[in-house]
């Protein structure tokens, strides 16, 4: 069984400030980790991915997330918030073998002026 | 390279009626996914195909959701009959085999 926790519903940052958004997992496998980015009205954009290989991983947008898997978590950071910046961001854990994907309930960023 | 594509883009219906929802994945690609996103909450798989096979839909309402592959392209989700709670956007996602999935705009659907 997988499963995802974000820790925070709602995250409001100023503009030119770092962003973090808290996730941890649970896998039975050496999972694949994602965050996908869903702005309004628009379909959910993959930002980054972690599959094994380095354990900070650099994403679009300026994004990166680093892979703790003593903490079983896998937060995303980035050091100077954008007003486009402001969605809803999503934390994914896949199963290496079938595939299976469990996503997070979201963490909405707002990104005041 | 055309990504996944899906009709209808919002859909309004009253309880008990019926609707299907359409859904073309990115060529080549062999795993499909139908996720339902209730409003504030994440995508939920429902149905998870590779190729024209099953792979999981262990949390797919079959008492009244259906979906079928039959050719391993495209794939279509049926609710019939609807309810009020299943009010959502209905999200397709195709992979190519690293987990990596792609995702459609989604169908919003309004169930009254």
């Known amino acids: 069984a997988q499963s995802v926790t974000q820790l925070d519903s709602h995250v409001s940052v100023s503009e030119g400030t770092p962003v973090l958004l808290r996730c941890n997992y649970s896998?039975?496998?050496?999972?694949?980790l994602f965050w996908y980015v869903q702005h309004p009205n628009k379909g959910l954009q993959l930002l980054l991915k972690y599959t094994s290989a380095a354990t900070l991983v650099k994403g679009i947008n300026g994004f990166e997330a680093e892979f703790k898997k003593s903490e079983t978590s896998f937060h995303l950071t980035k050091p100077s918030a954008h007003m486009s910046d402001a969605a809803e961001y999503f934390c994914v854990v896949s199963d290496g073998g079938a595939g299976k994907s469990t996503f997070g309930d979201g963490t909405t960023l707002t990104v005041k002026p | 390279e055309a990504g996944v594509a899906q009709s209808p883009r919002y859909k309004i219906i009253e309880k008990r009626q019926s609707v299907a929802f359409w859904c073309n994945p990115i060529?080549?690609?062999?795993?499909l996914y139908w996720y339902q996103q209730i409003l504030g909450q994440g995508p939920k798989l429902l149905i998870q195909?590779?190729?024209?096979?099953?792979?999981?839909d262990s949390q797919l309402p079959k008492d009244r959701f259906s979906a079928e592959r039959l050719k391993g392209v495209d794939s279509t989700l049926k609710i019939q009959p609807a309810k009020l709670e299943d009010s959502a956007v209905y999200l397709c996602a195709s992979s190519g085999g690293n987990n990596e999935q792609f995702f459609g705009p989604g169908t919003r659907l309004t169930v009254l």
């Open positions: 060529s080549g690609h062999a795993t």
């Open positions: 896998s039975s496998y050496s999972p694949s």
């Open positions: 195909f590779q190729n024209n096979g099953v792979v999981d």
